[in-house]
Every structure is written in structure tokens, then in C-alpha cells.
């Protein structure tokens, strides 16, 4: 099973930016395999569980959790198989490692995790 890669965390003060991607290492994906899914984006912070930020589906629209929406926005990139997490006007509540996954439809679940990327904000 294809691991998700996820890159782009780093350090950062509240109020800075951050641009996290998500590649796909299968390339050559058709369109029709690569329609069926749905991209999600999570994030677990030291003693909590992980949560839902946000995700993506292949017509292009985008699910937000509520502490992140009008900051974060998920988008696709022109190779299709990149998503990107833009992080606007981060908080000290956003310090977390940030995953990636994917749903393939129908399924109801998200697999092919990959081993995230950490983000940490200082105040």
C-alpha cells in the first residue's frame, strides 16, 4: 500500500505562514484511480487525539474544521498528485504534527498515512 509524504512543517511565530504538501509518490496515476479519492489532512498535538483539519476531494471542494476555517486552505497542485495545506495566521494552538491520508471511495475510512510533518508556533 502506497505512504502518503508530507513535508513543509518547521518553526514558526503566531501570526507567520506555513505551506505543508502531501505527495503522492505514485506518479503515474490515471485520472480515473486518482478521481476516487479524497485527501485529508489531520493533526495530533502532544496528549491529545488526533483531529480532522481538512480535506479535499477531486472536483475541488474542501471540508475545514472550524478552528481552522478563513486560515488554512487545502488545494490540489498542476502534477495532481501534491496537495498543499496553506497555514495562514497560525496560532500556538496549531503546534502539532500534521498527517496526510487518503479515502478511497466507497470506503469510510482514510489509509495510507503518512509519518508527519511537525509544525510548531511560538507566541
Known amino acids: 500500500q502506497v505512504q502518503l509524504i508530507e513535508s513543509g512543517g518547521g518553526l514558526v511565530q503566531a501570526g507567520d505562514s506555513l505551506r505543508l504538501s502531501c505527495e503522492n509518490p505514485?506518479?503515474?496515476?490515471?485520472?480515473?484511480?486518482?478521481?476516487?479519492?479524497?485527501v485529508g489532512w489531520f493533526r495530533q498535538a502532544p496528549g491529545n487525539e488526533r483531529e480532522f483539519v481538512a480535506s479535499?476531494?477531486?472536483?475541488?471542494?474542501?471540508e475545514y474544521a472550524d478552528s481552522v476555517k478563513g486560515r488554512f486552505t487545502v488545494s490540489r497542485a498542476t502534477t495532481l498528485t501534491t496537495v498543499y495545506l496553506q497555514m495562514d495566521d497560525l496560532k500556538p494552538e496549531d503546534t502539532a504534527v500534521y498527517y496526510c491520508?487518503?479515502?478511497?471511495?466507497?470506503?469510510?475510512?482514510?489509509?495510507?498515512w503518512g509519518p508527519g510533518t511537525q509544525v510548531t508556533v511560538s507566541s
Open positions: 491520508a487518503q479515502r478511497q471511495r466507497p470506503k469510510t475510512y482514510f489509509e495510507s
Open positions: 505514485k506518479r503515474n496515476m490515471n485520472l480515473r484511480i486518482l478521481s476516487q479519492f479524497i
Open positions: 479535499l476531494n477531486w472536483d475541488g471542494s474542501a
